[in-house]
Nanobody
Framework: QVQVVESGGGLVQPGGSLRLSCAAS????????MAWYCQTPGKQRELVAA???????KYRDSVKGRFTISRDNAKNTIYLQMDSLNPEDTAVYYC???????????????WGQGTQVTVAS
């Protein structure tokens, strides 16, 4: 079982910045990828950014150029640097960890509890 814990959310003014952190327990060698999702009331959880253990990244179009995902493999920790925030970024941000174990290497995804990000003046 992998525990996933997010931190760093809060209230920020439009144009401001926040840095989210997410730490996953377990053997770092089994965590293939980690990602950030966001969810607003009445909507499905949506991918914000993801990063593999090899450092490959992907972003949703609306955050490209404003958000940066990074990873410390040794600590099983990822970060989401969020710049030029706008009210549309307001959401609960969830982190997940994709663990793959031998021999089947079937992905098992673990989720954190989420952290609220509110962008308002």
């Amino acid at each position: 079982q992998v525990q996933v814990v997010e931190s760093g959310g809060g209230l920020v003014q439009p144009g401001g910045s926040l840095r989210l952190s997410c730490a996953a327990s377990g053997d770092p060698n089994t965590i293939y990828a980690m990602a950030w999702y966001c969810q607003t009331p009445g909507k499905q959880r949506e991918l914000v950014a993801a990063i593999t253990s090899a450092g490959s990244t992907k972003y949703r179009d609306s955050v490209k150029g404003r958000f940066t995902i990074s990873r410390d493999n040794a600590k099983n920790t990822i970060y989401l640097q969020m710049d030029s925030l706008n009210p549309e970024d307001t959401a609960v941000y969830y982190c997940n960890a994709d663990q793959r174990m031998p021999p089947a290497w079937v992905p098992t995804v673990y989720w954190g509890q989420g952290t609220q990000v509110t962008v308002a003046s």
